[in-house]
């Protein structure tokens, strides 16, 4: 990718949701480990959230923070999806990988 296409919001929503890909829970653990692992709120759309990560939007994901619409995925949440040997939608965003999820405290 050209350094112009880099911040062309077109040509990063292409790739991401081109880079976008099914994976077993259990293929996330390291990520998880390291605390790198970002749950999505199913109200968000995954890629609309890549987006604003590669561009680095600090206001955008600190907001989706505060309302509690994304947050590292949580011990419990990673436990729960090792047993149930979840197979989740996933993105890299390096160094995060975002995951669409139920967020704690939602409905």
């Known amino acids: 990718m050209s350094e112009a296409s880099e911040r062309d919001p077109a040509v990063v ?6 880079d976008t890909a ?3 829970w259990a293929a996330l653990h390291e990520h ?4 790198c692992v970002i749950a999505v709120s199913v109200d968000l ?5 890549a987006c ?3 561009f680095d939007n600090h206001n ?3 907001a989706w923070m505060e309302q509690a619409q994304i947050n590292k995925v949580s011990d419990e949440q990673a ?6 040997e979840r197979e989740l939608w996933a993105v890299v965003v390096a160094p995060w990988v975002l995951v669409p999820g139920r ?5």
């Open 13 to 18: 929503r292409q790739k991401l949701n081109h």
């Open 22 to 24: 099914k994976i077993k």
């Open 32 to 35: 998880q480990q390291n605390e």
């Open 45 to 49: 759309d995954l890629i609309d959230v």
């Open 52 to 54: 604003e990560f590669t």
């Open 60 to 62: 955008q994901v600190k």
């Open 79 to 84: 436990q729960q999806w090792n047993t149930q």
């Open 103 to 107: 967020i704690a405290g939602t409905n």
